[in-house]
């Protein structure tokens, strides 16, 4: 309970300070935050997971940190998190070194995303559904159902 409490406490106080440019890039200081991001992350919480799966994703340093970020940002996903899933579907679709591009995952992603309310998941998939892709042909039935939910969405 106590180390929740720390957890907690030490999360909100990191997530105060990433905003200060400056201090962020002190080494010590970055050292601690990424710790309470970490913890924090650790215990389950999805919002957290999402946020520090885009830090170490996007900012993160070597293959280490960008698999790490991967794996929260597919708890976050699973978990229902809109934005993780769309994130997740623009890794799919663009491949890397050890997955080729998978329009198939992309998709699943982007669905998953456009049930949260993700609108730009919705925009996607009508593109990806228009033209089709790698591992995907195009359905242009799925295309104006996502058309739909994209307008629904707000775009």
Known sequence: MLWTLRARLGYWLARRLFHWS???QQPRAWSWMQGQFARM???GDVSVQSFYG???LFRGQGLGARQEGLRLLQLA???GDGKAAYQLGVVSL???LQRAADAQSAASWWVKAASAGHPL???RLVGLYQQGGPGL????ELATRYEARATE???
């Open 121 to 123: 998941a919705a925009r």
């Open 77 to 79: 996903a699973t978990a």
């Open 41 to 43: 992350a650790a215990l």
């Open 153 to 155: 969405l707000g775009l």
């Open 137 to 140: 042909a195009a359905n242009p």
């Open 54 to 56: 885009h830090l170490l």
């Open 22 to 24: 400056w201090l962020v």
């Open 94 to 96: 663009a491949g890397d």
